[in-house]
């Protein structure tokens, strides 16, 4: 008969938790031991690095429906010849930059323009 105790399940999830997240085990561990511990309810130190780790996990999937969205956009029949970084730049683009209607290129204009050497303006 195999016989182990309670909490070898939830130490194997947390070790297996903190490879995927790249935290110290270690301190994650000691860290869960000193809060089970305390009665104050105040998380230990130890357990910050985990805690900001865990926070980064998206909740949903609606991040990467969204961007599969604006790459099938992209890559429509039409466009179909774009390689991978030049598709991956779009997207990330399309993702990340203000509707075109709310974008102000001036600062970015003037900025380039005051870098060209002036036979080119």
């Known amino acids: 008969?195999?016989?182990?105790?309670?909490?070898?399940d939830g130490e194997e999830k947390l070790r297996k938790l903190c490879h995927r997240l790249n935290v110290d085990y270690s301190k994650a561990h000691n860290g869960l031991q000193d809060f089970i511990d305390d009665d104050t309810a105040q998380l230990p130190q130890d357990l910050m690095e985990l805690k900001s780790a865990i926070e980064t996990i998206p909740v949903t999937s609606a991040d990467a429906e969204r961007g599969f969205s604006s790459m099938n956009i992209i890559m429509s029949p039409l466009q179909n010849r774009l390689?991978?970084?030049?598709?991956?730049?779009?997207?990330?683009?399309?993702?990340?930059?203000?509707?075109?209607?709310?974008?102000?290129?001036l600062p970015y204009v003037k900025k380039v323009a005051g870098?060209?050497?002036?036979c080119c303006i």
């Open 115 to 118: 870098t060209w050497p002036s």
């Open 83 to 105: 390689g991978v970084e030049r598709l991956a730049n779009l997207v990330f683009v399309s993702l990340t930059s203000p509707p075109v209607n709310k974008f102000n290129a």
């Open 1 to 8: 008969m195999d016989i182990t105790a309670p909490w070898a």
